[in-house]
């Protein structure tokens, strides 16, 4: 079976962050194209102790964090956006989007896994 050549992973809880974050090493130890977003209480994990090791995996520009989530469950360091700036550290200013990178997600990966 040939393994997929990009999963795309959406956490929308703050449960199981330690799961994401193990499926996202061993998707990138076999050569799979990762990219993670988070929405909804998924965006509470910014601040999971696993946080970084998670960018670190997956590489800092293939994690994206939904804004308006952000600003309703989290909203530190919200007037950073407004400078052209990320809020949390590791993750590019880029990266921070909307409901539709996760449309674009399910367009374009070969596998799509939900938290």
């Known amino acids: 079976m040939d393994m997929p050549e990009f999963v795309a992973i959406s956490i ?8 994401a974050v193990e499926l996202v090493k ?5 050569g799979s194209e990762v990219k993670v977003f988070m ?13 970084k090791e998670l ?14 989530s952000y600003g309703r469950y989290v909203k530190e360091n ?12 590791g ?7 909307t409901q539709a990178k996760n449309a674009e997600f399910l367009k374009d990966a070969d596998k799509y896994v939900v938290f």
Not at 12 to 19: A, I, K, L, N, P
Not at 78 to 89: A, R
Request: aromatic residues 12%.
């Open 12 to 19: 929308f809880t703050d449960r199981y962050f330690d799961h």
């Open 26 to 30: 061993a998707l990138k130890k076999i």
């Open 39 to 51: 929405s909804g209480d998924g965006v509470k994990n910014v601040k999971h102790q696993r946080f």
């Open 55 to 68: 960018l670190d995996a997956v590489g800092a520009e293939n994690v994206y964090v939904c804004e308006a």
């Open 78 to 89: 919200m007037e950073k956006l407004k400078e052209s700036k990320s809020p949390v550290e």
């Open 91 to 97: 993750v590019p200013y880029k990266n921070w989007v």
